[in-house]
């Protein structure tokens, strides 16, 4: 019983520290040119039974099951943050990056792989199927904080959001097809189909159901709007597996509804699952590094194979893929270059790789290090040098001068009361009114105003300008009516003093 209770407190030791090993590696990553993605599989496998020893992981159902889990929270938290406003111009490109650009990537790298491993055809194109789409994992975390045209960054959040479906669907089709050699193509094609589209309306659902349940419920806490999310987070998951449609699509679809919903306590929220979904990201990583044996991935037959499918990934299979899937649409020579580039590979592959493994086809071990390898290569390589080749390119946006403001309140019970912020420009109504010549609805509040960086206490003859951050203190009852009135413009003030003086 005493020596059960040290090993647990040891376990718990080490799990503790690697966590702020993980943490503390994130503020070195950016210094040493490296994605932090990269630096936690390196944890990983450093502390693993193939380096330091200190733990021993080799169980593929556990690893398979956290990836998943994992991935399910880190695309929630990047669609709630995706601003529909950005994503809808580019929804066109995207789905066709994130379905045909697929298909292509995965048919190039299959004929690749079946010559340089010397596999079967249909291992071969297995292979291609788990490599074929980016990972949003890597790519939410590599574009955070970059300056990158707003039009390239949501078509690869989009892109890398809409993609799996496409990944999942070829993988477990190969995977069949080998194992069984009973999989009708009629029958593949029906379950794609029901897959992209039962799982796009289950997401539309839960997320306006989501919406409508975080904006109707009366919490204790604001603590508990955040796990309130969660929760239908993994009920999107869970309720479009029961129906067999892809469920990581369901939860990204449902999270950009309720990103673009005028949620209550949203920062609570916002921030909440932003922390959330960086552990989810250190955790999967880290077991993952620990799953794989260095020893067997670091082999020089493994590494030189994994250089050349990468090679043909990297800098063959992504720019045909891109530049054809593009063809109909909108962009450039040098924003096609970026988006092949940028093509980044990360936990999906890596996850989707645990398949075969669990499928009990004979050349999983090999496609595993192989994979592994690729998105090793794909995280060092394309992760550390984007913003350079945005650079390169032309494709960067100056840094903005003015600061990010945000206020968060603590937990006010049942009071029903929360802070709005909203930023004045020069078309709304209020720019150059003082604050007793608004018409504020009662229960409405302006509690600061923000200009320039600095902080204004408001009275009222405080006159408001352009650029203003204004931070307001309002109940939910009349939370609609204020927003009326902020988002109303000078044109509609125009014309109604003309029918009055009429």
């Given at each position: ?143 955070k904080g970059k300056n990158i045209r707003n039009k390239l960054e949501a078509t690869l959040e989009g892109e890398s959001g809409t993609n799996d479906p496409m990944a999942v669907f070829l993988t477990i089709s190969f995977i069949q097809v080998i194992t069984t050699n009973e999989a009708s193509v009629l029958g593949m094609v029906g379950s794609f189909f029901w897959q992209m589209g039962g799982g796009l309306i289950i997401g539309i659902l839960l997320g306006y159901g989501a919406s409508f349940s975080l904006n109707r419920i009366n919490l204790d806490s604001s603590g508990l709007y955040p796990i309130f999310a969660l929760g239908f987070a993994f009920l999107t998951y869970g309720a479009s597996s029961l129906f067999q449609a892809s469920g990581l699509l369901a939860v990204y679809v449902a999270a950009v ?246």
């Amino acid at each position: 019983m005493i020596e059960e209770m040290i090993q647990s407190n040891q376990f718990i030791t080490l799990i503790a520290l690697l966590l702020i090993m993980s943490v503390v590696v994130t503020k070195f990553s950016s210094r040493l040119g490296v994605p932090s993605l990269a630096l936690f599989i390196g944890v990983g496998m450093l502390v693993g039974s193939d380096g330091l020893d200190f733990l021993s992981f080799n169980n593929a159902e556990v690893a398979q099951m956290v990836g998943i889990l994992a991935l399910i929270v880190i695309l929630f938290e990047g669609g709630i943050q995706t601003k529909w406003s950005s994503i809808r111009p580019v929804a066109g490109p995207s789905v066709t990056l994130a379905t045909l650009g697929v298909v292509l990537t995965s048919g190039i790298v299959g004929i690749a792989a079946k010559f340089i491993l010397g596999v079967s055809w249909l291992e071969a194109f297995l292979l291609g199927s788990i490599v074929g789409s980016t990972d949003a994992a890597a790519v939410f975390a590599v574009l955070k904080g970059k300056n990158i045209r707003n039009k390239l960054e949501a078509t690869l959040e989009g892109e890398s959001g809409t993609n799996d479906p496409m990944a999942v669907f070829l993988t477990i089709s190969f995977i069949q097809v080998i194992t069984t050699n009973e999989a009708s193509v009629l029958g593949m094609v029906g379950s794609f189909f029901w897959q992209m589209g039962g799982g796009l309306i289950i997401g539309i659902l839960l997320g306006y159901g989501a919406s409508f349940s975080l904006n109707r419920i009366n919490l204790d806490s604001s603590g508990l709007y955040p796990i309130f999310a969660l929760g239908f987070a993994f009920l999107t998951y869970g309720a479009s597996s029961l129906f067999q449609a892809s469920g990581l699509l369901a939860v990204y679809v449902a999270a950009v509804i309720i990103g673009n919903t005028d949620l209550a306590y949203r920062y609570s929220i916002v921030r909440f699952h932003e922390g959330f979904a960086w552990m989810a990201q250190i955790l999967m990583f880290i077991l993952l590094g620990l799953f794989v044996y260095p020893s067997e991935v670091f082999t020089l037959t493994v590494m030189i194979d994994g250089l050349l499918i990468s090679a043909v990934l990297i800098l063959l299979a992504r720019p045909i893929a891109t530049c054809l899937s593009l063809t109909f649409f909108n962009f450039n020579w040098k924003e096609k270059t970026f988006l092949s580039w940028a093509g980044l590979r990360g936990a999906v592959p890596i996850v989707l790789a645990i398949f075969p493994m669990l499928s009990g086809i004979e050349e999983s071990p090999l496609i595993f290090n192989v994979v592994f390898f690729i998105v090793l290569v794909s995280t060092v390589v394309q992760g550390s040098t984007i913003t350079w080749a945005a650079d390169r390119l032309g494709l960067t946006l100056e840094k903005t001068t003015n600061p990010i403001h945000s206020l968060e309140l603590i937990s006010m019970g049942k009071t029903n009361i929360e802070m709005m912020e909203y930023e004045v420009n020069e078309k709304n109504f209020v720019a150059g009114h003082t604050l007793e010549e608004l018409d504020l609805p009662d229960k409405a509040l302006i509690s600061a105003i923000v200009r320039e960086g600095e902080v204004i206490t408001p009275f009222g003859q405080s006159r408001i300008q352009a650029g203003d951050t204004l931070y307001l203190m309002v109940t939910k009852r009349v939370k609609k009516q204020l927003k009326k009135l902020l988002e109303q413009k000078v044109e509609v003030e125009k014309e109604s003093n003309e029918k009055s003086r009429a």
